[in-house]
T-cell receptor, first 112, second 115 residues
Framework: GENVEQHPSTLSVQEGDSAVIKCTYSDSASNYFPWYKQELGKGPQLIIDIRSNVGEKKDQRIAVTLNKTAKHFSLHITETQPEDSAVYFCAASLDYGQNFVFGPGTRLSVLP | SAVISQKPSRDICQRGTSLTIQCQVDSQVTMMFWYRQQPGQSLTLIATANQGSEATYESGFVIDKFPISRPNLTFSTLTVSNMSPEDSSIYLC????????????FGPGTRLTVL
């Protein structure tokens, strides 16, 4: 089955700097890759996603890149702000939500 | 996106008792799921809640311990039975919004503490 690894497990950056979180997956059939942000005491919130037919997607300060050949994808956050501090989870799945597997998570701290 | 509510938001329970968690969605969805998130950990799928039939459980989870109901397309319950301190976790309901491109949306979670 699918296995998703995520690095780093913790990340501290200064406010205004960029943050990059990387995930690798094992099942080449996976074709949907979402990223979730989970703040303390809340459920995970979808922040961006990408499908296998796209190499990069951007939404304001957040971008995701996908390398299907190498089976890895990354989350990029630019101009980080203290409110970006949270735990971020990547995931990989097949069509229609099948085999939806989460990475272990990255705790991001943005220092003022 | 779908709006999901869960009840209760948190509870403290005694060992050996059971707790039923409710999940309500504001629109009809194709699939509903229940996850467990232990402190500081990632999300682990417990089961897929099937409308009108028995839930589909993942390895390591059984119906006697986590009975699930889904009487219609917008509502599901998860019961944590005969609880022990090891059941202390956050329990999350999620839905698959097919019209939104197979994206899973999560509820706010239920924080359970078992004494």
């Amino acid at each position: 089955g699918e296995n998703v690894e995520q690095h780093p497990s913790t990340l501290s950056v200064q406010e205004g700097d960029s943050a990059v979180i990387k995930c690798t997956y094992s099942d080449s059939a996976s074709n949907y890759f979402p990223w979730y942000k989970q703040e303390l005491g809340k459920g995970p919130q979808l922040i961006i996603d990408i499908r296998s037919n796209v190499g990069e997607k951007k939404d304001q300060r957040i971008a995701v890149t996908l390398n299907k050949t190498a089976k890895h994808f990354s989350l990029h956050i630019t101009e980080t702000q203290p409110e970006d501090s949270a735990v971020y989870f990547c995931a990989a799945s097949l069509d229609y939500g099948q085999n939806f597997v989460f990475g272990p998570g990255t705790r991001l701290s943005v220092l003022p | 996106s779908a709006v999901i509510s869960q009840k209760p938001s948190r509870d403290i329970c005694q060992r050996g008792t059971s707790l039923t968690i409710q999940c309500q969605v504001d629109s009809q969805v194709t699939m509903m799921f229940w996850y467990r998130q232990q402190p500081g950990q990632s999300l682990t799928l417990i089961a897929t809640a099937n409308q009108g039939s028995e839930a589909t459980y993942e390895s390591g989870f059984v119906i006697d311990k986590f009975p699930i109901s889904r009487p219609n397309l917008t509502f599901s319950t998860l019961t944590v039975s005969n609880m022990s301190p090891e059941d202390s976790s956050i329990y999350l309901c999620s839905v698959l919004a097919r019209l939104a491109g197979d994206t899973q949306y999560f509820g706010p979670g239920t924080r359970l503490t078992v004494l």
